[in-house]
């Protein structure tokens, strides 16, 4: 064999695992079986990632892992060791302000309960960063990986559409 | 819903996967994407003693193409496959399914040969390969085989792939003068799994369509391009010994197969054409 075998990190006993998390190093403890949700709400008190079905359908739980929108019920934590991973907690540049996007989901009424919000701005957030001329159908499509019961998705396809756009033109105060 | 313990191990190498999947006799698990997987730890249908990492072992992250395959390593994501800039110029039928493979949030993570390895009867790329006539190449410590699609489907979720066996790669024809292909599914909403789907190939000497979804794999068959097409449409409806689920009823699906069966055959012939058209100017 050409290098030795990496380390099998024992069920039942927690490894350190450490990742990036919105920009600044971040550290914990976890069982191999401990989903990444978990970690972040419970280890790290990050509790801005909502948690539903805990087996991918939902979407509440969706954060940003290497820019990417993905399922953290679906992501152990230890396999987010060294990655980067980006949540809502991230999404503003301090805490008493909003991100272009959330501030279109509060004039647009994007959320009513705010159950699904954080996932669904994690998606929308990496979707107008790839794509800053996104329309509808693109959105539609990105949306189409979340549940909403509350707002019938209308007036969160019209947040997303005003925050591409707010995104687009230059900023004025 | 939390998964009950196993241990974990993050591979560098393939040996050291081939290693652990060999000496674990049966315990332990790939973990690629973790799509399909964790969602079966999290409500205890799976409860493997290890699972063994791929996904930071470099030689199974590639897509080599040499001209006449495509060969799609271990570790390829459904969305970088999806997202590279020459996979609708290489294979366009890959490009057109992997669209309906779930959502981008789980494409992001899932990867191709995962998909395979878990062998959904609705899932879109089994049906792919099996209308390419794609191979999945696996590997253990014991031995390397490549086996045509058709040969490593063999039930509902089950595969001729051996405990101890890696699938390695993955590997398709690449696009061929005077080809056609056509993709079609038809589900409740985009992003779910397939009720019926859809894969038609066309070239100079056969027509060939795959469905999956209905039966417990993806079926192919070749089809006549005259007046036959029809009746076969029709035998091939009922050969695939369709059933009533919460989804649909077996009658709805062979109504599927005969008439979104047909427009996607149809489909492929155009496609061909207008192909034709495209290398003749
Ligand atoms: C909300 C949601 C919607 C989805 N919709 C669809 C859909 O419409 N169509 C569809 O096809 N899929 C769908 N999926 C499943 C898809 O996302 C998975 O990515 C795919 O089925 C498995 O790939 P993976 O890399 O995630 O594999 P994993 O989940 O890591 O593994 C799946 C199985 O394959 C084994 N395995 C994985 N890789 C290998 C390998 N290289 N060699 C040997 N064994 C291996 C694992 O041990 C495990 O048993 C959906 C999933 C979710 C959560
Ligand atoms: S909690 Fe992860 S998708 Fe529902
Ligand atoms: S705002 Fe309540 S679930 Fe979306």
């Known amino acids: 064999m050409s290098r030795q075998a990496p380390a099998v990190l024992d069920a039942g006993q927690r490894h350190p695992v450490r990742f990036t998390l919105n920009g600044r190093k971040a550290g914990g403890e976890a069982e191999p079986r401990m989903l990444l949700h978990d970690f972040l709400r419970h280890v790290l008190g990050a509790t801005g990632t909502h948690v539903g079905c805990e087996h991918g359908i939902c979407g509440a739980c969706t954060v940003q892992i290497d820019g990417a929108p993905a399922r953290a019920c679906l992501t152990l934590a230890v396999q987010a060791d060294g990655a980067e991973i980006r949540t809502v907690e991230g999404l503003a540049s301090a805490p008493d302000r909003l991100s272009a996007l959330q501030e279109a989901f509060r004039a647009h009424h994007g959320l009513q309960c705010g159950f699904c919000t954080p996932g669904i701005l994690m998606s929308l957030d990496a979707l107008l960063r790839e794509r800053p001329d996104c329309g509808e159908a693109e959105i539609r499509e990105t949306l189409s990986g979340h549940l909403c019961r509350c707002t019938g998705y209308t007036p969160i396809v019209k947040a997303a559409l005003a925050a591409a756009e707010a995104l687009r033109v230059p900023h004025h105060a | ?281």
Request: include cysteine.
């Open chain 2, 1 to 281: 819903m939390k998964p009950a313990r196993f241990a974990y191990q993050r591979a560098a190498t393939t040996e050291h996967v081939l290693e652990a999947l060999h000496r674990s006799g049966g315990e332990a698990r790939v973990i690629a994407g973790g799509q399909s997987l964790v969602p079966m730890l999290n409500m205890r249908l799976a409860r493997p003693a290890l699972l063994v990492d791929i996904m930071h072992v470099a030689a199974l992250s590639h897509v080599d193409d040499d001209g006449a395959r495509l060969t799609i390593g271990a570790g390829v994501r459904q969305r970088d496959l999806e997202m590279r800039h020459d996979t609708a110029a290489r294979q366009p039928l890959l490009a057109m399914a992997l669209p309906w493979l779930g959502h981008v949030q789980t494409r992001s993570r899932g990867t191709v040969c995962g998909s395979i390895a878990h062998a959904d009867p609705s899932a879109e790329l089994p049906l792919v390969l099996t209308a390419l006539r794609g191979e999945v190449h696996l590997r253990s410590r014991r031995r390397a085989r490549r086996l045509p699609a058709e040969a490593f489907f063999t039930g509902m979720m089950v595969t001729a792939r051996a405990e101890d066996e890696l699938i390695e790669a993955v590997s398709v024809p690449a696009v061929r003068p005077g080809t056609g292909y056509a993709f079609r599914e038809i589900s409740r909403r985009h992003g779910d799994f397939a009720i019926a789907a859809f894969a038609a190939v066309a070239d100079e000497k056969e027509l060939r369509l795959a469905i999956g979804g209905v039966a417990e794999t993806p079926k192919a068959r070749v089809l006549p391009t005259d007046q036959g097409l029809d009746d076969a449409l029709d035998t091939f409806a009922w050969n695939l010994e369709a059933r009533d689920d919460l989804h649909a009823s077996a009658r709805y699906r062979r109504e599927l197969v005969r008439r979104i069966g047909r427009e996607v055959v149809l489909a492929a012939i155009r496609d061909r054409e207008a192909r034709a058209l495209k290398e003749a100017t």
